[in-house]
């Protein structure tokens, strides 16, 4: 079984991030011990089945009885490893705000109105070429506790499984153009500002469906085999 | 091509990841099925009542991907007391590095709000002496600190805490 490159430095934010407060008390003290990759690390789950039931698993405005209020949206883009090879039947699993920026959950409490008709979660399986594909509505930014005046810019969460326990990645597609970027500690808690570039979706005309719905696009790419010769640039 | 970097789990995981089958890695009347509880501690020792725990591991043969097992566990919740309760079945022994054999384990992944991303764990069942003592990746952690990877036997299956930070700070891996 071939093991997986390791992951370059800059790329993922550092547990230990005073300007996220919440790091403090939550991150490891003693260093990391090395672990070779084995079958236990070079496997993992196949979840389909299990998680991705329903036929509007995907479409996040289909699944009550009306219409979410907001910018209908659709969310499209390819799972991939850093060789370039698509992932297949991987599981992608997203949730989000509501268009006012409040989440379906008891914790938020911030005086945004929820939405009867918006629960804020999808799933679905990428396909042959490692497509996946949402519809949703365009989730507001919030305010958090962090620092005074702290906003969170607008994003969703997205959970990949991959194809290994070496692949799991969990994180937030950000919208172009945000101008809450610049103020956002957890955004910035990645150190390679291309890296950070990456979490960011591209506005896609093409997949743009006229008279219905914006498209975004968004690529993630999770980690691939070692030994890779030619790594292109994207 | 270029990784996609990690971001927080947090806050309001659970409108997306967990479900209720989730902490069922096998169905609680499997043949040898048993219980592995913990809690979730912070470096002040506060339960982290907004973490998410997830598990993988071989089946009881050592082998993995069989259609009939998930292997894979999640639980985990917010607004929850910091525990969590994954049901399984002790996996086999699977080769490790140079033809050696790891004792029993369980890898772990812990997510959390306040974690930017994962910790990887692993779980090893302190029943199981005779193979830990020729486990090569426990071999690689500091004696000192070995007993933090053990799950202990307990009526009705075995407990293991995760300490995030602090005294008893649980060993965790870079893979």
């Known amino acids: ?234 | 091509m270029s990784l996609t970097p990690s971001q927080t789990v947090g806050p309001f995981f659970s409108i997306g990841l967990p479900w209720p089958g989730g902490p069922y890695v096998v169905p609680e009347d499997s043949p040898g099925a048993t219980r592995i509880t913990g809690c979730v501690y912070d470096g002040a020792g506060e339960p982290i009542t907004d973490s998410l725990v997830e598990t993988w591991q071989a089946d009881p043969e050592g082998g993995f991907g069989a259609a009939e097992f998930r292997g894979f566990g999640r639980a985990g919740r917010e607004a929850g007391d910091g525990t969590f309760e994954i049901v399984t079945v002790k996996p086999g022994q699977v080769p490790g590095p140079d033809g050696t054999m790891q004792a029993p384990h369980i890898d772990v992944s812990v997510f959390a709000r306040g974690m930017l991303q994962r910790c990887v764990t692993r779980i090893y069942f302190a029943d199981e002496q005779e193979a830990n003592d020729r486990d090569p990746v426990l071999a690689s952690v500091p004696a000192e600190r070995r007993a933090t990877l053990l799950a202990v036997p307990q009526p009705g299956g075995y407990r293991f805490d995760i300490h995030l930070q602090g005294p008893g700070e649980t060993v965790f891996f870079r893979l």
Not at chain 1, 19 to 45: A, D, M, N
């Open chain 1, 1 to 234: 079984m071939r093991r997986y490159a390791p992951e370059p430095e800059g790329t993922h934010p550092p547990l230990d991030y005073p300007p996220y407060r919440s790091t403090e008390l939550r991150h490891p003290k003693q260093p990391l011990v090395y672990l070779p990759q084995t079958i236990t690390e070079l496997t993992g789950p196949q979840l389909g089945r299990e998680r991705v039931l329903g036929e509007h698993d995907h479409d996040l405005t289909r699944q009550h009885e009306g219409e979410p209020i907001g910018e209908r949206i659709i969310v499209s883009g390819r799972v991939l490893d850093t060789a370039g090879k698509p992932l297949r039947g991987t599981l992608v699993e997203i949730w989000q705000a509501n268009s006012a920026g409040r989440y379906r959950h008891v914790g938020d409490r911030w005086p945004a109105p929820l939405d009867p008709n918006f629960s804020g979660a999808g799933r679905c399986l990428t396909d042959d070429e490692g497509r996946y594909q949402f519809v949703t509505i365009k989730p507001g930014p919030y305010p958090w506790g962090n620092h005074h005046n702290a906003w969170r810019p607008a994003h969703i969460h997205f959970s990949l499984l991959g194809q290994a326990f070496a692949q799991r990645l969990v994180t937030q597609m950000y919208f172009p153009g945000d101008p809450l970027f610049e103020y956002d500690p957890i955004f910035n808690s990645v150190p390679d500002p291309a890296a950070r570039a990456r979490m960011v979706s591209h506005f896609s005309l093409e997949d743009t469906i006229p008279d219905w719905a914006q498209a975004y696009s968004f690529d993630i790419v999770l980690r691939g085999p070692d030994q890779t010769v030619f790594e292109e640039e994207h």
